[in-house]
């Protein structure tokens, strides 16, 4: 079995439990910098959640 077919076969065994996250720099039309953080729960395709700070360390 080759790299590719272990890396795929895992991720169709695994896909349930799998989540990926995304972090996108916006500047709005203020000229202010947002931080969006989304995690994506792959098994369903949905958004687990998401947070819009202004500064990526904020709470």
Do not use: K
């Not at 695994?14 to 953080?37: G, K, N, Q």
Request: proline share 5%.
């Amino acid at each position: 079995m080759n790299r590719e077919a272990a890396g795929a076969d895992f991720l169709h065994d695994h896909h349930e439990v799998i989540a990926a996250m995304d972090l996108l720099v916006v500047v709005i039309v203020a000229f202010r910098t947002l931080y969006v953080l989304i995690p994506i729960r792959h098994g369903r395709r949905e958004i687990v959640h998401s947070n819009v700070p202004r500064h990526p360390t904020a709470e």
